[in-house]
């Protein structure tokens, strides 16, 4: 199960970060995002390594990082782009390819983000 939260309006050059709570153990979790009358994109990735990916327009801008400690996914948003509007929704499963968001079996409700 996950739970989502975060989301919210900023204006262009703000900041946000969302927080995906987390139940039970996976190897990889990411976050994905849906544009109105786009299809679901990824936005970053972590796999239990530490390894992260992140997709190019978000580079240099967001960071996904995790706390076992409170079993809880983070992606900090900065410098935020109206073009980041969009909701966003956090992923986990046990995944071989990380980027291929059809491999993630458990999905958040989503989190509205606006960016105006």
């Known amino acids: 199960q996950l739970v989502e939260s975060g989301g919210g309006s900023v204006q262009a050059g703000g900041s946000l970060r969302l927080s995906c709570v987390v139940s039970g153990f996976v190897n990889c979790m990411g976050w994905f995002r849906q544009a109105p009358g786009k299809e679901r994109e990824v936005v970053a990735v972590?796999?239990?390594?530490?390894?992260?990916t992140y997709a190019d327009s978000v580079k240099g801008r967001f960071t996904i990082s995790q706390d076992n400690a409170v079993n809880t996914l983070y992606l900090q948003m900065d410098s935020l782009k109206p073009e980041d509007t969009a909701t966003y929704y956090c992923?986990?499963?046990?995944?071989?390819?990380?980027?291929?968001?059809?491999?993630?079996?458990?999905w958040g409700q989503g989190t509205q983000v606006t960016v105006s």
């Open positions: 972590r796999v239990n390594d530490g390894s992260t």
């Open positions: 992923a986990a499963g046990d995944v071989v390819y990380p980027l291929d968001q059809r491999e993630y079996n458990y």
